[in-house]
């Protein structure tokens, strides 16, 4: 067989697996009922602060950069449950049903397998994403008026993609190995909670949060700009996190502010109160810097666990 020829058969057999894996997960009741809830969390999104504004007889006031902020209008959370129905059961729900024998068994490599697979889930959450952004664009767009740099929506759909990847592939990587997708699940669960717990913690009380810009999840917490005075009052609005939820954000913030930096702080309770919190600069980052590593790590995270996924399944052993 030539060259020509072999690659021919190995790209039949590659889109073969995709169309199978596809229409597998259109049909799955999970990821149409974590659509639906994500379009519902959208209309939310944008359908509060109107509601908002009409109970306090206030305009809605004109945002320019509302669909640039919002992205897909998803958070880490949401990030992680589509990442959790698209690929919990891709390996370990053909060794509970049984198909994986005739499917393992047939003229296939097994990397093209692992590979039809993982392609058909980035597409299923791409296809997701783009649904998500067009519908928050067109409401931005009738809520807020005209929109500034809408060129920067690709980023942010890009930054999305490879945040919830990281996730896809903890999930995937529990999932060939253990060959259940009830402890896949429960593992991927257990692990985004304990990390989204510790990074709060960590992020707000300890000197040493520097250690959860190498964690996936949602990172350490910093402030945009320059150090502020040592008894200013904790704030939220000008929150910057650096782990791998927040790619997107970090990408369009960088873009958009190039010269930016970050400051680190931990949170010091001095008396009773709001005015007895305050932060403590521990130290300061360029933007660039927190945004290309968010990018490096969430890389080094998926290419690890895909690999690992890749080789349980390379190994184990199917009878026929």
Do not use: C
């Not at 073969?16 to 209309?43: D, H, P, Q, S």
């Amino acid at each position: 067989m030539t060259k020509k020829k072999a690659h021919a058969s190995w790209t039949m057999s590659l889109l073969a697996v995709v169309r199978y894996e596809l229409l597998w997960n259109i049909r799955k009741k999970k990821i149409i009922g974590v659509l639906i809830l994500a379009f519902a969390l959208a209309t939310l999104t944008l359908a509060l602060p109107i509601v908002l504004s009409n109970i306090n007889n206030l305009p809605t006031e004109p945002n320019p950069d509302y669909v640039i902020t919002t992205g897909t209008g998803l958070g880490g959370f949401g990030f992680f449950l589509f990442a959790l129905v698209s690929v919990m059961n891709s390996i370990s729900g053909e060794f509970e049903s049984g198909s994986i024998i005739p499917l393992l068994t047939k003229p296939v490599s097994r990397t093209t397998v692992y590979l039809g697979k993982i392609t058909a889930a980035f597409l299923t959450v791409l296809g997701a994403y783009i649904l998500l952004t067009i519908y928050i664009a067109a409401g931005g767009f009738v809520i807020y008026g005209p929109q500034n740099n809408l060129h920067l929506v690709i980023i942010s759909l890009l930054g999305s993609i490879l945040s919830t990847a990281v996730w896809m592939s903890i999930v995937l990587a529990a999932g060939s190995v253990s060959k259940s997708s009830m402890l896949a699940a429960l593992l991927g669960i257990g692990v985004w909670f304990g990390l989204n717990i510790t990074s709060g913690i960590l992020s707000a009380f300890s000197d040493q949060a520097w250690v959860l810009t190498y964690a996936p999840g949602s990172g350490a917490s910093g402030t945009l700009g320059p150090p502020r005075p040592i008894n200013q009052t904790f704030a939220m609005n000008d929150g910057v996190s650096t782990g791998t939820d927040s790619v997107a954000t970090s990408l369009i913030t960088y873009i958009l502010n190039s010269t930016a930096e970050v400051t680190f702080y931990r949170i010091e309770i001095r008396g009773g109160g709001i005015g007895g919190i305050i932060r403590v600069p521990l130290y300061t980052e360029p933007l660039s810097v927190v945004a290309a590593r968010s990018v490096a790590v969430a890389i080094v995270y998926i290419l690890v666990f895909n690999f690992i996924a890749w080789y349980a399944l390379k190994r184990t052993q199917v009878a026929e």
